[in-house]
């Protein structure tokens, strides 16, 4: 027996010598990301020099020196030298593709910055959390904001208006889209995928509705920066649609892109849906693809980094003025359920091939 829980300690020990190494290597490619020192290496043909980096990033040669120490013995970046023995760096073309900009939707660098960005946030707050039960405003969030519009840029930009609009009801939305129709993008951010979608159909009338007065101004001010006419934002709380008589049975198609768990009221804000969507209407959920049994989700290939953005944001923004606090993993079942309650009768679970984190609840406002 002794021997057995040995054995167990010892395992147990080595798993966390591996959570506290890959603890500090996404801190350290977070910083790699943000600065883009990843995507100035990604363009070398060949390994270079620190110096070389640092004069074409512009940034300090010691810290990048530091920084790389850890890319190499991470295995992100590879080590060799030249004919006089100078360390030199190169990151492999297979590393790039999945953690540079310019790999899009398969792009996972972008992911990298979300857990040191939540831990600056609110740690101090969700602590507290834990001992008082109370949810964590917005205002305790300055930056994220603006990592959610890096995040729909590397979602939306290549697959949104190419790939996701086009599956959608086997192809007849994306033709009433061209023709000309009301669409509302709910929980829009800063407005990423509401500019992508108005851009590619001038013939349609677009509405982006969130919560915050700064992501609306600026997607204000980008959608005029590009010339859009054809696209208006609201600030609205969702859970003031429902009884909202000027926008009642008025969109022909809704949106709502990782939005309903963060919400506070997120029962209302899907009856709001119900309402404002014309007869026939489309609402498009996408969230996340999980359980609503935590047992189920104990293989998630993503669980501990889910649940851990779910702790740090989602469940404690949910949690506002005695809200419900449903969290990132609320999971399929409680999702199908709430949708029910809410009016959507006609509900397909579809999974999204270019998306593996999420699932799109396509729904049809049917009597």
């Keep these: 027996m002794r021997k057995i829980l040995n054995d167990k300690q010892n395992n147990f020990a080595n798993k966390m010598t591996d959570i506290l190494n890959y603890g500090a290597l996404n801190l350290a ?11 100035v290496m990604d363009a070398f043909d060949s390994p270079k020099a620190i110096s070389y980096i640092a004069d074409k990033t512009g940034l300090n040669m010691r810290y990048i020196k530091e920084w790389l120490g850890i890319m190499v013995s991470g295995g992100v970046i590879e080590i060799s030298h030249d004919e006089t023995g100078l360390d030199c760096f190169y990151l ?15 792009n996972m ?4 910055q979300e857990i040191p960005l939540l831990t600056a946030c609110a740690m101090e707050s969700v602590y507290k959390g834990f001992k008082e039960g109370k949810g964590v405003s917005y205002d305790h969030y300055p930056r994220f904001q603006e990592f959610m519009a890096q995040l729909a840029n590397a979602k939306h930009q290549q697959v949104l208006v190419n790939d996701f609009l086009p599956s959608v009801d086997n192809g007849r939305l994306i033709r009433k889209m061209k023709a000309g129709i009301r669409v509302c ?8 995928a509401a500019i992508l979608m108005a851009r590619a159909f001038p013939n349609s009338e677009f509405i982006g509705i969130d919560i915050s ?3 609306i101004s600026k997607a204000r001010s980008d959608c005029k920066q590009q010339g859009i006419k054809n696209l208006d934002f609201l600030r609205l709380d969702t859970s003031s649609l429902k009884g909202n008589h000027n926008l009642e049975n ?19 804000a899907l009856q709001g849906v119900y309402s404002i969507l014309k007869a026939d209407g489309l609402f498009s959920m996408i969230d996340i693809a999980a359980s609503s049994n935590l047992e189920e989700n104990k293989d998630h290939p993503m669980g501990p980094f889910l ?10 923004v949910g949690l506002l003025d005695g809200g419900t606090g449903l969290g990132m993993m609320w999971g399929r079942q409680k999702a199908i359920e709430m949708l029910e309650a809410a009016g959507f009768k006609h509900r397909e679970v579809i999974e999204i ?10 729904c049809k406002k049917t009597d």
Excluded: K
């Design 213 to 215: 007065q700064q992501a």
């Design 29 to 39: 490619i977070a910083l790699g990301y943000r600065s883009e020192l990843f995507d």
């Design 185 to 192: 993008d709910l929980g829009c951010a800063e407005g990423v």
């Design 307 to 316: 649940y851990t953005v779910s702790l740090m944001h989602c469940m404690p």
């Design 109 to 112: 660098g972008v992911y990298s």
């Design 92 to 106: 492999p073309r297979e590393h790039g593709d999945v953690i540079c900009r310019r790999s899009g939707n398969s």
């Design 250 to 268: 008025s969109f022909d198609y809704i949106t709502a892109f990782d939005v309903i768990h963060d919400l506070v009221q997120p029962l209302e």
């Design 353 to 362: 091939p270019e998306d593996p984190f999420n699932l799109h609840f396509m």
